[in-house]
T-cell receptor, first 109, second 114 residues
Framework: GQNIDQPTEMTATEGAIVQINCTYQ??????LFWYQQHAGEAPTFLSY????GLEEKGRFSSFLSRSKGYSYLLLKELQMKDSASYLC??????????FGGGTRLMVKP | GAVVSQHPSRVICKSGTSVKIECRSL??????MFWYRQFPKQSLMLMAT?????????EQGVEKDKFLINHASLTLSTLTVTSAHPEDSSFYIC??????????FGEGSRLTVL
């Protein structure tokens, strides 16, 4: 079966760094995605990891360890507009994308 | 980047009526499109996978006779919610996979059934 876990909520301060973790157990693995979703809007793509290691893209970085079934999304220099839900999603062997429950991040001044 | 257009963005209908939601890939051909449903404060739940020219594959627990999916061309998939009931009120989102494998989401459609 598919199981993707991430914290439900997190709070951080503007200007700080926050790390959102995601652990997964899926039938096969063909890449892990992170999406950002503001309330009432569709998800927007942040990152894609298929190999182990860190992918950096501006203020956002994503890390993957396939052997541990673990990923994290790192957000630096937090801004108020970063308040949103962050969805971890795993592409399984059949190219089916399964989403975690999402982490609601609240950035405070 | 690639664009996926979803229409309508909001729809209100009476209980018992049917509603059609369209999902179009505007600048690429999508052999596979996905339909998701999202209830408030929850994550996206995959409803079905739509492949051009063939029948959709539905996830367990999703009634295929209630949620009709048609993928008539490489740029268009439609979801029809038949005989809608208030419990069908939700945010429906489509996504389309480009040949490179990247996935693009539509803007979502908020359905309210009175």
């Amino acid at each position: 079966g598919q199981n993707i876990d991430q914290p439900t909520e997190m709070t951080a301060t503007e200007g700080a760094i926050v790390q959102i973790n995601c652990t997964y157990q899926t039938s096969g693995f063909n890449g892990l995605f992170w999406y950002q979703q503001h309330a009432g809007e569709a998800p927007t793509f942040l990152s894609y990891n298929v190999l182990d290691g860190l992918e950096e893209k501006g203020r956002f970085s994503s890390f993957l360890s396939r052997s541990k079934g673990y990923s994290y999304l790192l957000l630096k220099e937090l801004q108020m507009k970063d308040s949103a839900s962050y969805l971890c999603a795993v592409n399984n062997a059949g190219n089916m994308l399964t989403f975690g429950g999402g982490t609601r991040l609240m950035v405070k001044p | 980047g690639a664009v996926v257009s979803q229409h309508p963005s909001r729809v209100i209908c009476k209980s018992g009526t049917s509603v059609k939601i369209e999902c179009r890939s505007l600048d690429f051909q999508a052999t596979t499109m996905f339909w998701y449903r999202q209830f408030p404060k929850q994550s996206l739940m995959l409803m079905a996978t739509s492949n051009e020219g063939s029948k959709a594959t539905y996830e367990q627990g999703v009634e295929k006779d209630k949620f009709l999916i048609n993928h008539a061309s490489l740029t268009l998939s439609t979801l029809t919610v038949t005989s809608a009931h208030p419990e069908d009120s939700s945010f429906y989102i489509c996504s389309a996979r480009e040949y490179s494998g990247e996935l693009f989401f539509g803007e979502g459609s908020r359905l309210t059934v009175l």
